[in-house]
């Protein structure tokens, strides 16, 4: 790979499954502040394209999902009070908005998964990492600090106590170890994981959206409010979708949703 290759955030579509790739090689998928700020935007593209139904997550390549920010840009974005808290409010903004896609999302984890790599893949729906995969939070290794909020949805995931060893030693977790703690939903081989979104996509995107948006208020009351969570209900069964579940019941076909 050249020197001269641009880090940048790859946005793909292959029928109903949009993937982006994290691709900065050079320093293990490491997200650089351009990449941070471009973040939001795609996930704006996903969300207002009515033919993209998941969004998978995935670093480029074979060596690393993310090895988290691009630390070689501190010096020069975080030597200010005022770099500090630009750097950070555009992190948290765009893993905020990756957790507001109103579409299933998943994070393809191989290789390294290492600080603000595991901070997005939290953002994330759902993890599935290749046995290859191996997750770090080297905070206390680095004298930096780790965002609440991300914390709050490590905790949720994988309850105080491991959250804290995750935190306090900064060790090192193969997959398996990630499995055992909860911090990712399976080991699985790459196509298993695009099959498993493939299929996903062609599930009723109103039912996923409902799901979605009440598990999450489960998890953090007030993101949406139970009215919104009501609304999202009711727009399933007064959809065509929902129409078109019942008859491809009835006819024994597969049903063809299109997300009205």
């Known amino acids: 790979m050249s020197s001269e290759h641009t880090p940048t ?6 029928g109903g499954v949009a993937t982006l790739s994290i691709d900065h090689p050079t320093r293990h998928n490491a997200m650089t502040f351009d990449m941070w700020a471009a973040l939001p935007g795609l996930m704006e593209q996903a969300d207002a394209d009515p033919d993209v139904r998941v969004l998978v997550l995935r670093g480029a390549g074979e060596k690393a999902f993310s090895s988290g920010s691009d630390i ?6 975080r030597s200010t ?6 750097w950070n409010d555009t992190v948290v903004a765009a893993a905020e908005r990756l957790v507001r896609l109103g579409k299933p999302s998943v994070a393809l984890i191989r290789g390294l998964c290492f600080g603000g790599g595991v901070g997005l893949s939290l953002h994330c729906d759902l993890r599935f990492a290749t ?34 060893e995750i935190m306090f030693t900064a060790r090192r977790y193969d997959a398996a170890q990630a ?3 909860g911090l990712i939903n399976d080991v ?26 009440a ?42 949703f299109t997300g009205r």
């Open 9 to 14: 955030l790859r946005y793909q579509k292959d």
């Open 72 to 77: 070689s840009q501190f010096g020069e974005r």
């Open 81 to 86: 009070e005022a770099g500090v808290k630009l």
């Open 131 to 164: 046995s290859d995969a191996s997750f770090s939070i080297p905070a206390a290794k680095l004298g930096v600090g780790y965002y609440p909020a991300w914390l709050k949805r490590l905790s949720s995931l994988v309850g105080p106590a491991v959250a804290k």
């Open 179 to 181: 499995l055992r703690v």
């Open 188 to 213: 699985r081989d790459e196509a298993e994981t695009l099959e498993l979104a493939a299929r996903m996509a062609a599930l009723a995107p109103l039912s996923l959206r409902a799901s979605k948006m």
């Open 215 to 256: 598990i999450d208020d489960a998890v953090e009351p007030g993101r949406y409010g139970d009215d919104a969570c009501q609304q999202a209900l009711r727009a399933c069964f007064a959809s065509q979708d929902y129409k078109e579940g019942q008859a491809a019941f009835r006819d024994k076909r597969p049903p063809a």
